[in-house]
């Protein structure tokens, strides 16, 4: 069966962030073409890590741009890179004001042919006479990586304003080996799921549309899938935040091979970030849900459900976690955003897996919004209460110093890159400056996955100038995929 890697953005036209999710367990490296490895743009056997810079400048300003970054031995190397814009014969459609050009992305084997390849939203592309209505690129993976042959997707439901592209994620909903793409559209508060296989001109098989029981216009959307009920169909997890200070819902929608298509079994804690994957082992993935935003809980609580063939939550009993939780390092204070980005992936090669959170909120004593990182480690019962770990940039081995503002852990996402089956953790720190200057351009980090936890031995981080873009160009890192 097909096994997801993907993520999603939180969107609005304003456009906010969220988290990620990643599958675990991964191929050993190789040489290899058409590998079927998920995450591997150019079939060498390493994963790759996309990067989206919604905010970023191409011609216009928040046109946007993604710089891939390909995988080695030795983890993401800035030098082996691809930068993906609107501009240039290759890419369909115009750079234009306001596009936010990789403000989503999802990652998969969308045409079938063994290389992942990767499909890049544009929330706020402009198709008369419908203003934000979206739009999806799909970049087709091959010996060569990314870059080479692109198709650009529209919005089957066509609306203004639906920011159609700002949050993706692929999953098989329907059992059938092929990957589907799931898209979460604005202001009609739907998902449009796109059945797969694609053809390379950007058809897809069919398209059905998940009407959400809550509708709300101009909706933060969230939409993250795995296989949560452990039948041969991947599930779906979407959620939406209603406005700034608005509402938060959740469901998880049960994929059928029947053909039955995608059908609402559960409402989930409110919240507005999620990722899935198999925590405690036991075959089922569990769903992490996060309320970074304290309607739940002082700084912010990430609640567990744990996977079972009935859904989620009907088997083991769920998990409210919060900075004051029993192993969770760390205390919970006001405006922490304790989960405003979750991933989870075998960091330590047990077979579990463990979940990163991001707190960009974190005050490191007098830095406000300085950030942090905790990785809660995977066990037999659940999430364990021992072994957790606490990263910052004051943090011995990683790269940088912490200051205020910097918001490192914006974005996390867990993914072997280097080939040794246990995840790495990419995070991002959106406020980062360069040294000697005042321009928040944001940064990327890469630690290592060890059978003890992350590690900061050859950890390394870059900013857009490393790919050869100004430093000017912010919300380097707001999405990563991979």
Same mark, same amino acid.
């Given at each position: 069966?097909?096994?997801?890697?993907?993520?999603?953005? #939180?969107?609005?036209? %304003?456009?906010?962030?969220?988290?990620?999710?990643?599958?675990?367990?991964? $191929?050993?490296?190789?040489?290899?073409?058409? =590998?079927?490895?998920?995450?591997?743009?150019?079939?060498?056997?390493?994963?790759?890590?996309?990067?989206?810079?919604?905010?970023?400048?191409?011609?216009?300003?928040?046109?946007?741009?993604?710089?891939?970054?390909?995988?080695?031995?030795? !983890?993401?190397?800035? &030098?082996?890179?691809?930068?993906?814009?609107?501009?240039?014969?290759? =890419?369909?459609?115009?750079?234009?004001?306001?596009?936010?050009?990789?403000?989503?992305?999802?990652?998969?084997?969308?045409?079938?042919?063994?290389?992942?390849?990767?499909?890049?939203?544009?929330?706020?592309?402009?198709?008369?006479?419908?203003?934000?209505?979206?739009?999806?690129?799909?970049?087709?993976?091959?010996?060569?990586?990314?870059?080479?042959?692109?198709?650009?997707?529209?919005?089957?439901?066509?609306?203004?304003?639906?920011?159609?592209?700002?949050?993706?994620?692929?999953?098989?909903?329907?059992?059938?080996?092929? @990957?589907?793409? $799931?898209?979460?559209?604005?202001?009609?508060?739907?998902?449009?799921?796109?059945?797969?296989?694609? &053809?390379?001109?950007?058809?897809?098989?069919?398209?059905?549309?998940?009407?959400?029981?809550?509708?709300?216009?101009?909706?933060?959307?969230?939409?993250?899938?795995?296989?949560?009920?452990?039948?041969?169909?991947?599930?779906?997890?979407?959620?939406?935040?209603?406005?700034?200070?608005?509402? +938060?819902?959740?469901?998880?929608?049960? !994929?059928? @091979?029947?053909? $039955?298509?995608?059908?609402?079994?559960?409402?989930?804690? *409110?919240?507005?970030?999620? #990722?899935?994957?198999?925590?405690?082992?036991?075959?089922?993935?569990?769903?992490?849900?996060?309320?970074?935003?304290?309607?739940? &809980?002082?700084?912010?609580?990430?609640?567990?459900?744990?996977? %079972?063939?009935?859904?989620?939550?009907?088997?083991? @009993?769920?998990?409210?976690?919060?900075?004051?939780?029993?192993?969770?390092?760390?205390?919970?204070?006001?405006?922490?955003?304790?989960?405003?980005?979750?991933?989870?992936?075998?960091?330590?090669?047990?077979?579990?897996?463990?979940?990163?959170?991001?707190?960009?909120?974190? *005050?490191?004593?007098?830095?406000?919004?300085?950030?942090?990182?905790?990785?809660?480690?995977?066990?037999?019962?659940?999430? %364990?209460?021992?072994? *957790?770990?606490?990263?910052?940039? =004051?943090?011995?081995?990683?790269?940088?110093?912490?200051?205020?503002?910097?918001?490192?852990?914006?974005?996390?996402?867990?993914?072997?890159?280097?080939?040794?089956?246990? #995840?790495?953790?990419?995070?991002?720190?959106?406020?980062?400056?360069?040294?000697?200057?005042?321009?928040?351009?944001?940064?990327?980090?890469?630690?290592?996955?060890?059978?003890? !936890?992350?590690?900061?031995?050859?950890?390394?981080?870059?900013?857009?100038? +490393?790919?050869?873009?100004?430093?000017?160009?912010?919300?380097?890192?707001?999405?990563?995929?991979?």
């Amino acid at each position: 069966m097909y096994r997801r890697i993907s993520l999603a953005l #939180a969107t609005t036209a %304003a456009l906010t962030l969220t988290g990620g999710l990643v599958a675990v367990g991964t $191929a050993a490296p190789a040489a290899a073409v058409g =590998n079927g490895l998920q995450g591997d743009f150019n079939g060498d056997g390493y994963r790759d890590v996309a990067i989206g810079v919604p905010g970023g400048t191409d011609t216009q300003w928040e046109a946007g741009w993604v710089g891939v970054v390909y995988g080695t031995s030795a !983890g993401i190397d800035p &030098a082996k890179r691809k930068i993906l814009t609107q501009s240039g014969s290759v =890419n369909p459609g115009a750079p234009e004001g306001s596009d936010k050009f990789g403000g989503g992305l999802s990652v998969a084997d969308f045409d079938g042919d063994g290389y992942s390849d990767l499909a890049v939203g544009a929330p706020g592309e402009t198709y008369s006479p419908n203003s934000y209505q979206g739009s999806v690129t799909l970049y087709w993976g091959g010996p060569s990586g990314l870059g080479s042959s692109a198709v650009m997707v529209k919005d089957p439901v066509a609306k203004d304003g639906n920011s159609f592209g700002g949050a993706l994620t692929a999953g098989d909903f329907d059992g059938d080996g092929h @990957a589907d793409l $799931a898209a979460f559209n604005s202001l009609t508060s739907t998902v449009s799921v796109l059945k797969g296989p694609f &053809a390379r001109t950007g058809a897809w098989s069919s398209a059905a549309t998940v009407t959400l029981p809550e509708p709300s216009q101009y909706a933060a959307g969230f939409v993250s899938s795995g296989n949560v009920s452990g039948d041969a169909a991947d599930d779906l997890v979407v959620q939406y935040r209603a406005g700034r200070g608005g509402t +938060e819902r959740a469901w998880y929608f049960e !994929g059928s @091979a029947s053909g $039955a298509g995608l059908v609402q079994k559960a409402v989930l804690p *409110n919240s507005h970030t999620s #990722a899935v994957g198999d925590i405690d082992g036991d075959g089922y993935d569990d769903i992490a849900v996060a309320d970074s935003y304290e309607t739940t &809980a002082l700084g912010g609580a990430v609640t567990v459900l744990y996977g %079972a063939s009935a859904g989620p939550g009907t088997g083991r @009993a769920s998990t409210v976690l919060t900075q004051d939780s029993p192993g969770v390092p760390g205390a919970s204070e006001s405006g922490d955003k304790f989960g405003a980005s979750l991933s989870l992936g075998d960091v330590t090669g047990d077979g579990r897996a463990d979940l990163a959170v991001g707190l960009p909120g974190e *005050n490191l004593g007098s830095l406000s919004d300085a950030g942090s990182i905790v990785l809660l480690r995977g066990s037999a019962t659940g999430i %364990a209460t021992s072994g *957790n770990q606490s990263l910052t940039q =004051n943090t011995s081995g990683v790269p940088g110093t912490a200051e205020s503002g910097d918001k490192f852990g914006s974005y996390v996402l867990l993914s072997d890159i280097d080939g040794n089956r246990k #995840a790495d953790l990419t995070a991002a720190a959106i406020g980062e400056a360069p040294a000697g200057t005042s321009v928040r351009s944001g940064a990327v980090w890469r630690l290592r996955g060890a059978s003890t !936890g992350l590690t900061s031995t050859s950890a390394k981080s870059f900013g857009p100038h +490393e790919l050869g873009r100004a430093w000017d160009d912010q919300s380097f890192g707001q999405v990563l995929g991979g």
